[in-house]
């Protein structure tokens, strides 16, 4: 598994592809750490937009990414002594994080903080640039996707679930402007891998994705 032996599973994908129940599951059942890495994009959004920072204000913006004072325990995270596990989830901030994601310094910013995650026995690391930019000789890489309408469905469930008001027209035009502006930034853009698995969940349950990608990393492991 090239030159760091603690081997890493890039999940990406579109937003509410289903990225992050699926890698979540895998990581438990390979007793695997977990990183979300679009929590740390909306943590730094929503830092800022309680400071009131301008969303454009690249160099600030950086600088407060890299001195996010973010923790994760289990399922929590936190932003200095805040709990903010369910802020961080609301649509509003999702778009926030999509538009500072764009900043190249923000990106930069954040890459060291996503490399120390990886550590023994292994990381599921899950976002948009997980298996092209930050993990690029991760031993496993996946692309998840869904049509429009399947993850539309999904986001309006997880946001009722959570007690957000959701709107599906509203949702869909929100999905597809992010997957433009994710899709067609110059750096780190969101695309698969050259050597990424794609893997369309628009007809499968979490636990058949699941399923396949752990079918995918046994036979990784086979073959090292
Ligand atoms: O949950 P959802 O898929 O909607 O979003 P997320 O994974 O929490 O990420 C929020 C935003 O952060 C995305 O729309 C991306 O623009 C950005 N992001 C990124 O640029 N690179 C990553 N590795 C992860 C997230």
New binding site residues.
């Given amino acids: 598994m090239l030159n760091n032996p603690t081997p890493v599973i890039a999940i ?1 994908g ?4 289903g ?2 129940t699926v890698a979540q599951q895998v990581a438990r059942v390979l007793g695997f750490h977990y990183l ?7 943590l730094t959004a929503l830092s800022a937009l309680k400071k009131h920072m301008s969303l454009a204000d690249e160099h600030g913006l950086a600088k407060l990414a890299a001195e996010l004072p973010c923790r994760f325990e289990g399922e929590h995270v936190f932003l200095a002594h805040e709990d903010v596990s369910l802020s961080i989830r609301a649509e509003e901030i ?1 778009n926030a ?2 538009r500072i ?2 900043l190249p310094a923000v ?1 930069q910013a954040l890459y060291g903080l996503q490399l120390r995650f990886r550590d023994a026995p292994g990381l599921v690391a ?5 298996g092209t930019v ?1 993990f690029p000789h991760a031993p496993l890489k996946v692309f998840l996707t869904a049509s429009v309408d399947a993850r539309a469905q999904r ?1 309006h469930k997880q946001l009722i679930d959570k007690g957000f008001s959701a709107n599906m027209e509203d949702l869909r035009n929100a999905l597809s402007e ?1 997957d433009a ?2 899709a067609n930034r110059p750096i ?1 853009p ?1 695309k698969p891998a050259e050597d990424a698995h794609l893997l369309d969940t628009s007809e499968m349950t979490a636990e058949q994705a699941v399923e396949q990608v752990l079918g995918w990393f046994a036979a990784v492991r086979k073959a090292h």
Avoid: C, E, I, N
């Fill in positions: 990406d579109p937003t509410a592809s990225k992050g979300d890495s679009g929590a740390l994009y909306r999702g994080a999509s994601a764009s990106r899950d976002g948009r640039d997980m930050v986001r992010r502006r994710d780190a969101l």
